[in-house]
């Protein structure tokens, strides 16, 4: 039985600029380093680097950290200080949230958004954009 993620990987050039990306963005804790690894702890999730090529191409596959509402201006300004590029979005509906889109170094994207599965649920039972 699946008892959660384990862990999620990366592949990255430059691992020293991607484990600075990492602390100054996610305030990601390093456990481990070694010249064919790094070890993350970020929420309670555990984050690893390894080096290689970067994506040659940009997705929308994305990995999503959840952050209050209160904190995610503090996060966007933490992305545009990196001079990270932001991903344009559609216009969001109110019940979505907040959310920003923004690629590393490697074309991996992450989303910072503030909302929760039950109100984005809620707002599709509502309007009835889906049925269980």
């Not at 209160?70 to 001079?83: A, G, H, R, V």
């Not at 599965?117 to 009835?128: A, G």
Request: no cysteine; charged share 35%.
């Amino acid at each position: 039985m699946i008892k959660s993620i384990s862990h999620i990987t990366f592949i990255v050039e430059n691992m020293e600029k991607t484990a600075t990306f990492f602390k100054k963005i996610f305030n990601a804790e390093e456990l481990y380093s070694w010249k064919n690894a790094k070890y993350f702890l970020i929420a309670n999730t555990w984050i690893a680097l390894n080096p290689w090529k970067s994506l040659d191409k940009k997705t929308y596959n994305h990995l999503a950290f959840k952050v209050s509402k209160k904190d995610f201006l503090k996060y966007e300004e933490k992305i545009k200080n990196l001079w990270l590029e932001i991903k344009k979005w559609r216009k969001r509906k109110e019940a979505e949230a907040e959310s920003i889109y923004f690629y590393d170094y490697d074309n991996h994207l992450f989303e910072i958004h503030s909302g929760t599965l039950e109100e984005r649920l809620k707002e599709y039972n509502e309007k009835r954009l889906f049925l269980k």
